[in-house]
């Protein structure tokens, strides 16, 4: 696994914490495609925000992130992406 973030939450546990992955941008290399999978399983819960800086450095720069959750029965996941506004 590379370029990104993978979660795995076991059966039962509850994450308390509000995970956070983010992805950084440089003038060589200004435009992202990272991929996050997050994996709940049964009767677990997770919160989980995806964020980007691509257009910060660069004008033009692309964030173009993928997310992929698998939620099993009675698991909850709560997610959100933040991309901030370009130059």
């Known amino acids: 696994w590379s370029g ?3 979660v795995y939450v076991p ?3 509850r994450v308390e ?3 956070h992955a983010r992805a950084h941008g440089s003038r060589d290399n200004p435009s992202q495609f990272e991929r996050t ?3 709940a399983d049964e009767g677990s819960s997770v919160r989980f925000v995806d964020k980007g ?3 910060a ?3 033009g720069a692309l964030h173009s992130p993928v997310l992929e959750l698998v939620a099993l029965p009675h698991s909850r996941v709560h997610c ?3 991309i901030p506004p370009t130059v």
């Open 4 to 6: 990104g973030s993978f």
């Open 11 to 13: 059966p039962g546990v």
């Open 17 to 19: 914490a509000l995970l």
């Open 37 to 39: 999978l997050i994996i």
């Open 53 to 55: 800086d691509a257009g």
């Open 57 to 59: 450095c660069c004008p």
């Open 80 to 82: 959100r992406v933040e």
